[in-house]
Structure formats: structure tokens, C-alpha cells
């Protein structure tokens, strides 16, 4: 089971440049999460998505945005880079219902802005 | 609103010796709970939920923890410290009904001492 697969696994961008994260989930969860991880500061919501076509806005969303066209893929964009975007970004999914409650991991994109 | 809250930053437990790592929370509604452990540079992984039933649960590797509802407390333990444990602690919380959302605690870094 490859479960939720991140990439790029690192990436270094410059101030200004664009890029996509790209997240893959093989369980056929409805929900989905982009979390971004700050030294000492836990994990910060970014996006989610509760289904194809349905997104909303987290805690932290500003200089981000995302889609959900399918089940499986939830890309978070980020425009016009700024050295307060690095971090390491997650993306999470999980079921729905009363059994699959908890949420599955990526490994993680280390992001650098320079 | 929901939060967690990890009053201790780094917890340090003798190799042999039993490990607890605290976690307190708060939710409107009905808490769903959550462990998760993380290793450098990797992603998270589940460790324990409760979701309803016993104020005991247990998960992976010999971890337990403990619901308190009066105390909105939910402490993570295990019996007998490995140096693998060695990892950074995230509880969370999900407010039921209705909770779309994950809400992480600051992290908790655990370090057994051979």
C-alpha cells in the first residue's frame, strides 16, 4: 500500500517563483489536508477538501491554493514565494464515518525559500 | 474552538523506566483524540485514538493512553522506555459532531537515555 505520496521530497525556490506540491492518496479517502509544519509550532492547517470538487480554507491559507478534481490528487500551489512559506508541508487524508477517523501522512516536502 | 495543548516541551525518561507525555484539550462538542509520533524527517505516524468506550486505549509499540473527561485530559504512556522511542509527540484533536478538521498540539520531544 503506497497509502499518501508526497513530492517533490525537497525543493529550494526563489523569492517570486511558483511551484505545485503534489499529493496522491490510494485509499479512496473523501477528506484531505495540507498542514504545514514550523519548528515549535505543531502542525497549521492550510486547505482541506471533504470531496472532489469541495475545498476550504484552513488557519493559514494565504499564498496558497489548492483543487481537487479527483478523489486521489489534492495539488497545493504556491504563488509568488516568500521566505515566510519555508516549511515543511504535509499532506494528510482520512475516511469518513465513525471507524476511520484517523488521519494518514505523507512523508513530507521540505521547502526552502531564498 | 478546539485546541491542545503539550504543556512540556521535551519530556527525558530513563531506558527501563516508564514515560508519560501530557496532553490536555478542548472542544465544544465530543473529542475525538489522537497520538501520532514523528521521526526525523519523516511524516506522522498514528499511534492511538479514542473515539468512545474505554477510558484506556491502547496502540503501537506498547503505547496506552489514558481519556479523562473531567481532567479534558488524554496523557500518553508506556510502561517501559525504549531509546527507539526517542521522537517528537503530537496529540490532536477532531471535535464530534461535525468537526471536519484535526487540531494539533505544539509537539512533545521524548528523549530515553540508555
Known amino acids: 500500500n503506497a497509502g499518501v505520496t508526497q513530492t517533490p521530497k525537497f525543493r529550494i525556490l526563489k523569492i517570486g517563483q511558483s511551484m505545485t506540491l503534489q499529493c496522491t492518496q490510494d485509499?479512496?479517502?473523501?477528506?484531505m489536508y495540507w498542514y504545514r509544519q514550523d519548528p515549535g509550532m505543531g502542525l497549521k492547517l492550510i486547505y482541506y477538501?471533504?470531496?472532489?470538487?469541495?475545498?476550504d480554507k484552513g488557519e493559514v491559507p494565504n499564498g496558497y491554493n489548492v483543487s481537487r478534481s479527483t478523489t486521489e490528487d489534492f495539488p497545493l500551489r504556491l504563488e509568488l514565494a516568500a521566505p515566510s512559506q519555508t516549511s515543511v508541508y504535509f499532506c494528510?487524508?482520512?475516511?469518513?464515518?465513525?471507524?476511520?477517523?484517523?488521519?494518514?501522512f505523507g512523508q513530507g516536502t521540505r521547502l526552502t525559500v531564498v | 474552538a478546539q485546541s491542545v495543548a503539550q504543556p512540556e516541551d521535551q519530556v527525558n525518561v530513563a531506558e527501563g523506566n516508564p514515560l508519560t507525555v501530557k496532553c490536555t484539550y478542548s472542544?465544544?462538542?465530543?473529542?475525538?483524540l489522537f497520538w501520532y509520533v514523528q521521526y526525523p524527517n519523516r511524516g506522522l505516524q498514528f499511534l492511538l485514538k479514542y473515539i468512545t468506550g474505554d477510558n484506556l486505549v491502547k496502540g503501537s509499540y506498547g503505547f496506552e493512553a489514558e481519556f479523562n473527561k473531567s481532567q479534558t485530559s488524554f496523557h500518553l504512556k508506556k510502561p517501559s522506555a525504549l531509546v527507539s522511542d526517542s521522537a517528537l509527540y503530537f496529540c490532536a484533536v477532531r471535535d464530534w459532531p461535525g468537526g471536519q478538521n484535526f487540531v494539533f498540539g505544539p509537539g512533545t520531544r521524548l528523549s530515553v537515555l540508555p
Open positions: 494528510a487524508s482520512r475516511g469518513g464515518g465513525t471507524t476511520n477517523t484517523e488521519a494518514f
Open positions: 477538501s471533504v470531496g472532489a470538487g469541495i475545498t
Open positions: 485509499m479512496n479517502h473523501n477528506y
Open positions: 472542544v465544544s462538542g465530543n473529542p475525538y
